[in-house]
């Protein structure tokens, strides 16, 4: 989308990196953070858990920005994101 103006600290404002973590075991499949994640980072995969579920995978890490939203959906608590950091800021 593009619109008329842009924020005056557009270029002060850095953009967050996550990192989605899927507890596979704890998983029941029901595809709520693969249907709703606003990026598209999520699939689900081929591969049953030990409940025996197809659960979901990370196939465009690169894209997440750290929303939280796949833990909001979540109703066995199995999947959440933390912040990536780069080298630089280490």
Do not use: Q
Not at 33 to 47: F, N
Not at 54 to 65: E, G, L, M, R
Not at 82 to 88: F, L, N, Q, R
């Amino acid at each position: 989308m593009k619109y008329w103006r842009k924020p005056l600290d557009l270029e002060s404002i850095k953009a967050s990196r996550g990192r989605v973590i899927i507890i596979e075991d704890r998983c029941k499949g029901c595809g709520f953070c693969v249907e709703y994640c606003p990026r598209d980072v999520l699939r689900m995969s081929s591969m049953f858990n030990a409940k025996g579920y197809y659960t979901p995978a990370a196939i465009n890490a690169s894209k997440c920005v750290n929303c939280h939203f796949c833990e909001d959906l979540c109703p066995e608590f199995a999947i959440y994101s933390v912040e990536e950091t780069t080298e630089m800021e280490r």
